[in-house]
């Protein structure tokens, strides 16, 4: 192995095998075994993290791209990915990264937590670092060290995530991550394991988590002609989004397009609208992503209808927001960070 760095959260079987304890999927490892996300190797009896501080992707991002529409609109962000994923989606965006493990990666040095931080700090006008691109759960060793040194910088920690993470690793994540977009992938058990190889309990209890600890959060929910788009059932998430993280939940529908092993035609616009507005009953924020329609773009304030915040694109304009994220209009306190 080219970075031998020893990996948190596993233990010791009483047969030499270890139990990782990252995630869900508690992969059980025997000497010289890699688990699910292919990022944590059973070495010597030691658990180890492959890919602590490969970097495989990095960009100076608009936050709009994360999608983060209500954290510092308008910004920009300083965007890293590793590769490896602990699901397994068919139709990954990423999965020249995500589907692949470290024997496709030898070539790459590995950069360290404050090579980043120095990076990211000289880089104008740049808000922080988001961890994203592949899944960056599997990437904790390395995230939690990066995201303290951040913290002390004054940057801002952002992750992009599927959300499939146990409940204790998830607690060492919270106090450093300053914004979390999840990637709620259906609200179907079944699909979860058909299309994902993940299970979906568990991403809607880390929902509630992050919610509960006050940490700012937006969700994305990628729409899959006939798997995910059930009016019923989707009106079903929404609800569950309304009682359990409240009507001010910030909510992406975005279009699907064929990629990796799922040639499902693209999402019609026809059924991006009436979902957007099946979930705009419930919610104050919905957008539309992947695509431009008339409506799904703009920020509106849910009491006055002032326009908050204009978007085209990634081109982002503030209007009536002001610095404390209040509607100039009728004052009223909204779920923004500036």
Known sequence: MKTLKPALFYENTEDATLRCLLCPHLCLLKE?????CQARRNHNGILYSLNYGIITSQALDPIEKKPLYHFHPA???????SFGCNLSCKFCQNHEISMHGAPDFNYLEPHYPCDIIEKAAQIANNIGIAY???EPIISIEFILETAHLAKHKGLHNVMVTNGFINPTPLRRLLPLIDAWN??????NENFYKKLTGGSLLPVLNNLKTIRREGNHLEITYLVIPNENDNPKEFNAMVSWLRDELGPDTILHLTRFFPHYKYQAPPTPPETLMNLY????????WVYLGNIQLSIGNESHCPKCGALLVRRSGYFTEIAELDEQGHCKKCRTALPFIK
């Open 32 to 36: 010289g075994q890699t688990g699910i």
């Open 75 to 81: 910004q920009k962000i300083f965007s890293i990915g």
């Open 132 to 134: 994203t691109y592949n």
């Open 182 to 187: 999840v990637d709620l992938k259906a609200f």
């Open 277 to 284: 507005q099946i979930a705009r009953q419930q919610l104050h």
